[in-house]
Structures are given as C-alpha cells and as structure tokens.
C-alpha cells in the first residue's frame, strides 16, 4: 500500500495531534505538522512540493490558482469550515484536487465579538496593564451598553447571534446589509436601517458580520467611517477587506472615532511593522474568532473523516 504525505499547516499552538485521532490513518498516510507560517507563495510551494494531502486553517495560508498550480502531487485539499474564501476552487477542478471543509463553530466568533466590544468600552486592556506595570490606580472613565445602540453590519447566523446578546445587555439594535429586509430584521429583533451611512451615524458601537465577495469587499469605505460619532466603536470579527483599512488606519489616528477592535487583517499573521500595530486606541487580537477547544475538536475530527473517505475514493463535504 502507498503511504501518502500530508501537511497540517500553521498549527500555532501545536495542538493538531492532540486533538483528533490521526492514529486511524496510521500506515496509509504520513502526517508532517507546520507549527511556523510559511510565508510566501515560494516557500510555501517549496515546503509542500512533494505532499499529496494539505490541511489548512481557514484563509491562514491561501491557495490561489498560482500556488496551485506548482504543486502537480497535491491530490487532496482541507480546509477548517465549509467556504474559505482563499482557495481558488475553479483551479483546483483543473488541477485534479478534491477540496473538503469541516464544520463550523460560528458561536465562539459572537462570543469574542462581544469580549472585544466590553474591551473597548471599558478600556480593559489599558486597565490591566496600568495594574501589572504598577502604573496609576484607574485612569479611564468607561461607557455603559445599556440604552446604547449597536449597529450590525450584516444579520446573519452571526449578527442574529449578536442581537440577542444586545438585547440582554439593554441595547438598541440597527441592522443593514444590501439584501435585508424589515421583516427579517424585526424577526432578529433589530430595527432596519435605511442605508450604510445612517447605520454608522446612529450607532455607539458598529459591528462587522457579512462575509467577504466582491460585493462586500471594501463595503465600509472612508464615507462609511466619516458618518461615525467621534466617541462611537467600530469593531470587526469578520474579513479585514470588507474595510477600507486605510480609511480605518486614518480615522484611529486622528481620533475620528472613540476605538477600534480588529480580529481579522490583511496580512496576517501581522508584520512586525504594519501600521496598526502601536495605535493607542485599538485593541487588537491575533483572529481568534474560532479558536477555542471545542471548534479544533470539530475540525480536526472532520479533516481526519474528509481523508478516510478520500482514501476510500467517495469523498464528504466536498467544496465547489
């Protein structure tokens, strides 16, 4: 029997093996486990040119048509979830590759969306680092959600999610998307805004929640941004390119806005010299949006599936 080679990439927290039973696999496949990102589109075809199997991490490494077509022994392609906007699909039908997804914890995203949200609001990074470096004895004045409104970009799974914990939290919900309607904002319990820019002007705190296509690719652009009160918080869980990043960069630095909280970034992971990095009113995570436990359960368990079936020649949760 041929043993095939796969790589696991960008396995940050080296917790890969640990958390699946890869052992099923055990005399049929070979699993090579990249902690380290590999960077570039030529390293990254040089580290995996003689792998038959690649598992990835959502848009951690992409796999445009480019990457795709410097790798002729790649037979089979699995991503964390069900769509992952970096993996060029019509170029993997070329190329012979079969490309499954996992399932998908969308509940721990809305889970961090609101720990980031009550960051902000209460300047709890500034806070706890003033305690451990023994610096002054409270130096903020925070703000409260209750009778604040909350302005949803998107009322999906996710922004549904997000107006239910509003709710509990006292809060007044907005939403606009380009397809949504009175009737299934009201069913949300979110009230429908006429237009982007009047969502932005009437929330204390904007929060990104549709995912990223042509259409809604740099959909909050710097006239979006300019509608902000100047104390107002935008916060973005989603796909860093449904922002105008430079816009975002410009209105943080001049104050424009009350702060911002990122999950998500263009280039990631974030180059040691990107100008977000330092902004004294942005708190910023390295997208943990899925990253707990009981997601990499999920998705390693389903990647182990997705290559059993493969191997058996009736491939599961195919993308197309």
């Given at each position: 029997?041929?043993?095939?080679?796969?790589?696991?990439l960008?396995?940050?927290?080296?917790?890969?093996?640990?958390?699946?039973?890869?052992?099923?696999?055990?005399?049929?496949?070979?699993?090579?486990?990249?902690?380290?990102?590999?960077?570039?589109?030529?390293?990254?075809?040089?580290?995996?040119?003689d792998?038959?199997?690649?598992?990835?991490?959502?848009?951690?490494?992409?796999?445009?048509?480019?990457?795709?077509?410097?790798?002729?022994?790649?037979?089979?392609?699995?991503?964390?979830?069900?769509?992952?906007?970096?993996?060029?699909?019509?170029?993997?039908?070329?190329?012979?590759?079969?490309?499954?997804?996992?399932?998908?914890?969308?509940?721990?995203?809305v889970?961090?969306?609101?720990?980031?949200?009550?960051?902000?609001?209460?300047n709890?990074?500034?806070?706890?680092?003033?305690?451990?470096?023994?610096?002054?004895?409270?130096?903020?004045?925070?703000?409260?959600?209750?009778?604040?409104?909350?302005?949803?970009?998107?009322?999906?799974?996710?922004?549904?999610?997000?107006?239910?914990?509003?709710?509990?939290?006292g809060?007044n919900?907005?939403?606009?998307?380009?397809?949504?309607?009175?009737?299934?904002?009201?069913?949300?319990?979110?009230?429908?805004?006429?237009?982007?820019?009047?969502?932005?002007?009437?929330?204390?705190?904007?929060?990104?929640?549709?995912?990223?296509?042509?259409?809604?690719?740099?959909?909050?652009?710097?006239?979006?941004?300019?509608?902000?009160?100047?104390?107002?918080?935008?916060?973005?869980?989603?796909?860093?390119?449904?922002?105008?990043?430079?816009?975002?960069?410009?209105?943080?630095r001049?104050?424009?806005?009350?702060?911002?909280?990122?999950?998500?970034?263009?280039?990631?992971?974030?180059?040691?010299?990107?100008?977000?990095?330092?902004?004294?009113?942005?708190?910023?995570?390295?997208?943990?949006?899925?990253?707990?436990?009981?997601?990499?359960?999920?998705?390693?368990?389903?990647?182990?599936?997705?290559i059993?079936?493969?191997?058996?020649?009736?491939?599961?949760?195919?993308?197309s």
């Amino acid at each position: 029997m041929v043993t095939l080679r796969c790589a696991v990439l960008d396995d940050y927290q080296g917790v890969v093996l640990s958390t699946a039973d890869w052992d099923r696999l055990a005399g049929r496949v070979d699993v090579t486990v990249f902690r380290e990102h590999l960077g570039g589109e030529d390293a990254v075809a040089a580290a995996l040119a003689d792998f038959d199997i690649v598992v990835i991490m959502r848009e951690r490494t992409p796999f445009p048509a480019s990457l795709i077509e410097r790798l002729p022994k790649l037979r089979l392609l699995v991503t964390s979830g069900m769509r992952n906007a970096s993996v060029d699909l019509a170029a993997a039908a070329r190329a012979g590759v079969t490309v499954c997804g996992t399932g998908s914890g969308k509940a721990s995203t809305v889970e961090l969306t609101w720990a980031l949200i009550l960051g902000l609001v209460r300047n709890v990074a500034v806070e706890n680092a003033a305690f451990h470096a023994g610096g002054p004895w409270q130096s903020t004045v925070g703000a409260n959600l209750a009778g604040a409104t909350l302005g949803l970009v998107g009322l999906g799974q996710i922004g549904t999610r997000m107006a239910a914990v509003a709710h509990a939290f006292g809060m007044n919900v907005l939403a606009w998307s380009q397809n949504l309607t009175g009737e299934r904002a009201s069913a949300a319990g979110a009230a429908l805004a006429g237009s982007l820019p009047e969502l932005m002007a009437a929330s204390d705190v904007v929060s990104v929640h549709v995912v990223l296509s042509d259409r809604t690719r740099g959909l909050v652009d710097a006239d979006a941004l300019a509608h902000m009160k100047p104390g107002a918080f935008f916060v973005n869980t989603s796909r860093a390119a449904i922002v105008d990043q430079g816009a975002l960069l410009t209105a943080l630095r001049d104050n424009r806005i009350g702060g911002a909280a990122l999950d998500v970034f263009t280039t990631e992971p974030v180059p040691a010299d990107d100008p977000f990095r330092g902004l004294p009113n942005l708190l910023a995570t390295p997208h943990l949006g899925y990253v707990t436990r009981e997601n990499y359960a999920e998705y390693f368990r389903d990647t182990v599936e997705d290559i059993e079936a493969f191997l058996a020649g009736t491939p599961i949760r195919e993308l197309s």
